[in-house]
């Protein structure tokens, strides 16, 4: 049950990938959307409301070319390159900062409207939040700073002493600036740490063994689109070795996963969304500040923790905008 909400709900609903025709290309703008990892269905429909919200819709109105790196951070630039040369209305650059870096090198006048986890202006997206310069502005989570908390209510899941793994995708930006802060945290507080890296299902199910090896007794997955593409995976191995871990959303939870502590994924999808209609209404993107999530949620699945023999906090429970039971 939702305990409260911090930013009004979006349908989830499934949408089919789309194909857009050439002849639809040339009859309307279109937009085009590039993204690091693998489409998610509820993310691109909440996309696709933003748009409706702003006045337009798929096919009717407007077009859209897609272009999916599928984790291959490396074919970023040339994708986004492509969607430049097809002379689009607007880039829609999500799936991690390389995203945005690459349509920002791929065309200097093309508006661009970003979706990223990193500090925008450490990487290089823009140099002011309230007035963006260039021809980009987008949304940007701060995924990467929330290690810390992570690792906060991870301890008071797991009170008992022991190392605590970290499961992250080395290369992508987000993942590293939260790994280097979660690392500076647990020295703080003196919990051992076990770092290692993942970038394709067979890492990932490697990872899991080591952790096992290791006799790693929590985990910790970073934050990062590639891993939110492969959550059911990563939520079944965590069952498989009976491991409590944390992750950055709640489609984690959703399916089985036991906490989660980030932005509702949905919800900046959709104001990316709102971005993007306002641009194609004549909107500058200088005009248009970076967003910010003003909240986090905090997501418990307590039928995972039962199965794991986990007793929640009642201060946990209490804080949690939602509890899975």
């Known amino acids: 049950m939702r305990r409260r909400e911090f930013i009004t709900l979006v349908s989830g609903a499934a949408v089919a990938w789309p194909r857009t025709t050439r002849a639809q290309q040339s009859a309307m703008p279109v937009i085009g959307h590039l993204t690091g990892g693998s489409p ?3 993310y691109i429909a909440a996309f696709h409301q933003g748009l409706k919200e702003g006045g337009f819709i798929e096919g ?3 077009a859209i070319e ?3 790196a599928n984790g291959q951070y490396e074919r970023l630039p040339a994708l986004a390159t492509e969607l430049a040369g097809r002379g689009v209305a607007a880039i829609f650059a999500e799936g991690g900062s390389g995203a945005g870096r690459a349509a920002k090198q791929a065309t200097a006048t093309i508006p661009i409207v970003f979706l990223n986890g990193d500090d925008p202006i450490k990487s290089g997206l823009v140099s002011s939040i309230s007035r963006p310069d260039g021809n980009i502005t987008g949304v940007s989570l701060y995924s990467g700073s929330l290690g810390p908390k992570k690792l906060e209510l991870l301890r008071e899941l797991v009170p008992r ?3 605590f793994g970290v499961l992250m995708n080395r290369g992508n930006p987000t ?3 939260e790994v280097d802060a979660v690392a500076v945290a647990a020295k703080a507080v003196g919990q051992e740490v076990h770092v290692i890296g993942a970038s394709s299902e067979d890492e990932i199910d490697h990872a899991f063994e080591t952790f096992a090896d290791k006799k790693v007794i929590a985990l910790l997955v970073a934050s990062g689109v590639f891993f939110g593409n492969h959550a059911q995976r990563i939520v ?4 498989r070795y009976a491991l409590p871990a944390i992750y950055d959303r709640r489609e984690f939870v959703a399916v089985g996963g036991l906490i989660s502590y980030g932005t509702r994924f949905v919800d900046v999808f959709r104001q990316a969304g709102i971005y993007v209609a306002r641009i194609l209404k004549g909107a500058r993107t200088a005009d248009l500040p970076v967003l910010q999530p003003a909240k986090f949620e905090l997501v ?3 039928k995972t923790a039962k199965t794991l023999g986990i007793a929640v906090p009642q201060s946990l429970s209490v804080a949690a905008d939602e509890v899975i039971e």
Not at 236 to 239: E, M, R
């Open 236 to 239: 079944a191995l965590a069952a």
């Open 175 to 177: 993942s590293e600036a």
């Open 40 to 42: 998610i269905k509820p």
């Open 161 to 163: 002493s022991g190392v």
């Open 66 to 68: 897609y272009r999916s």
């Open 300 to 302: 418990i699945n307590l």
């Open 60 to 62: 009717q109105n407007i």
